[in-house]
């Protein structure tokens, strides 16, 4: 089998002959060729193929956590949990639903269509594009490769180049199940990612930040190419003065601190009643130092606690922590940062300014601004001044402050008295709304983004119905369609 990657090596030395894009047409034409098999493979070829696909998990585990931790230090449990737990958990639910999905859905008649019988049925979108980010690097990748390969696709994925541990292995993935016609993967940077935007695909699937996902928006309009954004954004997490603080402590710091802050559906600052602030920071400290520091040897030594991705990202998230010190936050907890790991300890900001950049940007790291309000509207009106977040959280005992939270809150998704899970969760839409994303994932709703719903008709031979209501327009005619809007 001929291996189905392109590398950046291959592109720069094939850029001195050919233009990149000739490379990826031919690729892509090879893609389109065979969509049509896909097309028509039942449910048993489809079940198969994700049968292997599952397979493969299981069998190369190790190398996965090997891979994760190369990439940034990712503890083995929390690439169980995050990376390979919740693909196989969508693996196992879309199979097990493939059949119901994949069949015809009656659809009722009105009065004026009797005579006629209707449907909805699914088909896949063609050749589509997965572009994947770099902060769970296999998941997510392999999540919507899941929905694309259940709906019958042609499918491309282009991983991040910031993980290159995890982007190789993808790559061994994609050569041992697939043919290259079937699921191609591309490596390299943003050069190959501008270039493949600039092919006519059928759907693209992004995730990533917001700005990029303007850019990858602007590509699709171009061919008018269907489009999925899991983007980002600022989640906030309100804790009212009816909670559980310890619970809701324990939750918010396993949900902010997982995979070291680098999570797209992470709290990302909190809004905590004035009255039980003091608690909360005590029981907030507490479970840090439960979590990451159980033997008091440091949190630098904790082998549970991930590092940051990079270089870049370190410097942007510890310029994040002097913008907001130098401006007169308050660290209550942590502050400690190692550029020669990329370690910046779980930190909790108080008393942080609103001009600090903490409060205005997607943080995407282990900082925590706490802020304090006094009644439940003023967190509403806070949240509702800003952009739509991809998800709220809401800890409180009390049923009628819940659903005010999330009455008078737009949000993409949302966890009451728990942050995070609810994105695993295969039968919960995932993704946006504004500028947190466009369109869903996972289960039955990553399905339909990979596939299209058409509507079919279908209507007895010399059937009279709506016969009577052609043209000429006689009065005779117009009545009828009097009657018809009046009564249908």
């Not at 591309?186 to 190959?192: N, R, S």
Request: net charge neutral.
């Amino acid at each position: 089998m001929q291996p189905n990657v392109l590398v950046p090596a291959a592109v720069a030395a094939a850029s001195t002959s050919a233009p990149i894009a000739n490379l990826f047409q031919a690729q892509f034409d090879a893609l389109r060729q065979h969509a049509p098999a896909l097309r028509r493979e039942d449910v048993v070829a489809r079940r198969a193929r994700l049968q292997k696909l599952s397979n493969w998990l299981h069998a190369h585990r190790t190398d996965i956590q090997a891979a994760l931790y190369t990439d940034f230090r990712k503890p083995a449990a929390e690439t169980d949990l995050t990376e390979i737990w919740t693909s196989l958990v969508e693996l196992k639910h879309t199979s097990s639903h493939l059949k119901k999905w994949m069949a015809p859905r009656s659809v009722g008649v009105s009065m004026a269509l009797l005579g006629t019988r209707s449907w909805v049925q699914v088909e896949p979108k063609g050749v589509v594009l997965i572009i994947a980010p770099w902060n769970y690097p296999f998941y997510l990748a392999v999540g919507p490769l899941i929905s694309a390969i259940a709906a019958g696709n042609a499918v491309v994925v282009k991983p991040a180049e910031q993980t290159p541990a995890t982007s190789a292995l993808l790559r061994k993935l994609c050569q041992d199940l697939f043919r290259p016609e079937e699921v191609l993967l591309l490596e390299g940077g943003k050069e190959v990612a501008t270039e493949l935007l600039k092919l006519p695909w059928d759907h693209i699937f992004f995730t990533g930040s917001p700005e990029v996902g303007k850019i990858v928006m602007r590509a699709a309009a171009e061919h008018l190419s269907g489009l999925t954004l899991e983007l980002g954004g600022k989640n906030p997490a309100v804790v009212d003065e009816t909670a559980n603080l310890r619970d809701a402590a324990e939750k918010i710091v396993w949900g902010k601190f997982l995979n070291n802050g680098q999570t797209c559906v992470a709290p990302d600052y909190l809004l905590v009643q004035e009255s039980v602030q003091p608690a909360l920071l005590t029981e907030l400290t507490a479970a840090i130092q439960r979590a990451y520091n159980p033997t008091g040897a440091g949190i630098e030594h904790s082998d549970s606690l991930a590092r940051v991705v990079n270089q870049h990202h370190f410097a942007r998230l510890a310029g994040l922590l002097e913008d907001a010190q130098t401006k007169g936050a308050t660290v209550a907890a942590g502050g400690t940062v190692d550029e020669s790991q990329n370690y910046i300890e779980p930190t909790i900001l108080t008393n942080v300014p609103a001009d600090a950049r903490v409060l205005e940007e997607e943080i995407f790291g282990p900082l925590l601004p706490v802020l304090t309000f006094k009644n439940l509207s003023e967190t509403t009106a806070y949240v509702n001044a800003r952009l739509k977040p991809l998800a709220q959280y809401v800890f409180s005992t009390s049923a009628e402050n819940r659903r005010y939270l999330l009455d008078s809150i737009s949000a993409g998704g949302a966890g009451v008295n728990e942050t995070v899970l609810h994105f695993a969760h295969p039968e919960l839409p995932a993704g946006g709304v504004g500028n947190s994303g466009l369109g869903k994932a996972h289960g039955h709703a990553g399905f339909l983004a990979f596939s299209n719903e058409k509507g079919v008709m279908r209507q007895r031979v010399g059937f009279t119905g709506i016969k009577v209501m052609y043209p000429p327009y006689t009065s005779k005619v117009q009545k009828l369609v009097d009657l018809m809007v009046k009564y249908l």
